[in-house]
Nanobody
């Protein structure tokens, strides 16, 4: 089993930057595809970004492309999401997820392991 714990969320102002982290335990995730998703109040959870096991491939939602960067440190068993130029519409609970097998994907149903989420609030 893999346990994922997010951290680094908080309250920031529009235009600020924030980096959220997700540390894995239980087993090494160096061969896993990893993703970030978010859920705003009253909305469905949505894809944000994903990264392949070797970091050679990344995908981003159109709404964050050019502002967010996903990265990973396999030696630390950790995945990061750097968020620049934050907007009020980025306010949500951010979840990391891990997928042990298969190709990189933006489909949340393909991920087996999920963290508990970290709140990011962007004030205008």
């Amino acid at each position: 089993q893999v346990q994922l714990v997010e951290s680094g969320g908080g309250l920031v102002q529009a235009g600020d930057s924030l980096r959220v982290s997700c540390a894995a335990s239980g087993r090494t995730i160096s061969s896993y595809n990893l993703g970030w998703f978010r859920q705003a109040p009253g909305k469905e959870r949505e894809f944000v970004a994903t990264i392949s096991s070797s970091s050679t491939t990344t995908y981003y939602a159109d709404s964050v492309k050019g502002r967010f960067t996903i990265s990973r440190d396999n030696a630390k068993n950790t995945v990061y999401l750097l968020m620049n130029n934050l907007k009020p519409e980025d306010t949500a609970v951010y979840y990391c997820a891990a997928r042990a097998y298969g190709r990189i994907t933006t489909d949340e149903h393909e991920y087996s392991y999920w963290g508990q989420g970290t709140q990011v609030t962007v004030s205008s």
